[in-house]
T-cell receptor, first 113, second 111 residues
């Protein structure tokens, strides 16, 4: 079946540290891959996406590359800020699924000044 | 566009009462999703609609939960009767083809 596995949190970093949140997937067919972010007290927001192998999604300094050979979509940022503190969700969508997403369990990131 | 609109934003009710949560999707989107989020269970998909038709309701916890989408611009999630274990944040999301757009959520507290 289709599934997403994320590294468990919480992750605590100091400001300006390098961030990696691992995400691997299992899918039938060729999924699109997404990272969503949820700030405290808010709904999930799309952070970035990639629709085919070797695509790199990027937004707000975050990047993730669709790696078909390792079935991974790891989220990275070179220098985190306190304002990046949030929960990050990796997700996949299979073509023809009418927008239905399979989400990972989420990884909580706390950035200390 | 105003985005996905949910109401109410907060609801406090007593056990046994009926609760109705409302959602207005983004205009033009053809899929609508209801989620529940708790600390213990994380984010759970309850049900989703495509072109106003329920496609997958396997996540609906039990018969106390029901959802409707009478037209393309409105959906409800009803809990009757409510129980304390239903306390959670309920999110509605809409989609056109791929990515979903989430509403701000309704925080439900059942006492």
């Amino acid at each position: 079946g289709n599934s997403v596995t994320q590294m468990e949190g919480p992750v605590t970093l100091s400001e300006e540290a390098f961030l990696t949140i691992n995400c691997t997937y299992t899918a039938t067919g060729y999924p699109s891959l997404f990272w969503y972010v949820q700030y405290p007290g808010e709904g999930l927001q799309l952070l970035l996406k990639a629709t085919k192998a070797d695509d790199k999604g990027s937004n707000k300094g975050f990047e993730a590359t669709y790696r078909k050979e390792t079935t991974s979509f790891h989220l990275e940022k070179g220098s985190v800020q306190v304002s990046d503190s949030a929960v990050y969700f990796c997700a996949l969508s299979i073509g023809g699924s009418q927008g239905n997403l399979i989400f990972g369990k989420g990884t909580k990131l706390s950035v200390k000044p | 566009d105003a985005g996905v609109i949910q109401s109410p934003r907060h609801e406090v009710t007593e056990m046994g009462q009926e609760v109705t949560l409302r959602c207005k999707p983004i205009s033009g989107h053809n899929s609508l999703f209801w989620y529940r989020q708790t600390m213990m269970r994380g984010l759970e998909l309850l049900i989703y609609f495509n072109n106003n038709v329920p496609i997958d309701d396997s996540g609906m916890p039990e018969d106390r939960f029901s959802a409707k989408m009478p037209n393309a611009s409105f959906s409800t999630l009803k809990i009757q009767p409510s129980e304390p274990r239903d306390s959670a944040v309920y999110f509605c999301a809409s989609s056109l083809e791929t990515e979903q757009y989430f509403g701000p959520g309704t925080r439900l507290t059942v006492t």
